[in-house]
């Protein structure tokens, strides 16, 4: 027998505490507003006029079930050339940690995702309204394009050998003055494990 191992994004709740965890079936979208609605282009990102304006961030993790033994070693990474017209300095970015495991602890760490919605989010980084769980560390953001096959995150090393959530990989767009409008092209992001 083999895990069943689902997708999923958390929404909602408080911190410590998500309101939903959604199966991300096909896809996810990166909005302005705490929500998994991937059809809803309701909620774009704003070119700012100065500076850089943010997507809501998001936690995306692997629900854990069926029959195995232990799994561990979670990894993330794009083909690491995000495509997407950002601007100067505009990216796709993850929580990142100084050391160790780069995903969030969950529901533990979990940090509700706040800013002004229809908007912009607030950053990761922000030292007061930033994901508590990253914003104290010397780099707490990182670019996704960075993130490839060949050298992926490291999200979730410990062993899990029943069913729960692994740790989360947060995520967050930033968008430039000089961003091209538009909604843009779908992009791959993968996890792979390992499980025995």
Not at 39 to 46: E, G, K, M, N
Not at 60 to 67: E, I, K, P
Request: charged fraction near 20%; charge should be negative.
């Amino acid at each position: 027998m083999v895990a069943t191992v689902n997708v999923q994004q958390a929404v909602g709740g408080s911190d410590g505490s998500p309101g939903t965890y959604n199966n991300v079936t096909a896809s996810t979208r990166l909005q302005t507003k705490d929500q998994f609605a991937p059809a809803d282009t309701s909620y774009p990102i704003p070119i700012p006029t100065s500076g850089f304006k943010y997507s809501y961030w998001i936690h995306v993790c692997l629900d854990l079930s069926g029959a195995f033994t232990k799994i561990n070693n979670v990894r993330f990474y794009s083909d690491g050339a995000i495509g997407w017209n950002f601007g100067t300095g505009g990216e796709l970015r993850r929580g990142n940690r100084d050391s160790g495991d780069h995903g969030c602890p969950m529901p533990s760490d979990y940090d509700l995702a706040t800013g002004t919605e229809a908007d912009t989010g607030d950053s990761i980084e922000d030292e007061t309204d930033g994901h508590d769980y990253y914003n104290p560390q010397t780099t707490p953001t990182a670019n996704v394009a960075s993130d490839t096959e060949a050298s992926p995150a490291l999200i979730d090393s410990i062993d899990h050998t029943a069913a729960e959530k692994t740790k989360a990989v947060v995520l967050q767009c930033r968008v430039a003055n000089d961003a091209v409008q538009g909604e843009q092209a779908d992009e791959t992001l993968s996890f792979k494990y390992d499980e025995i």
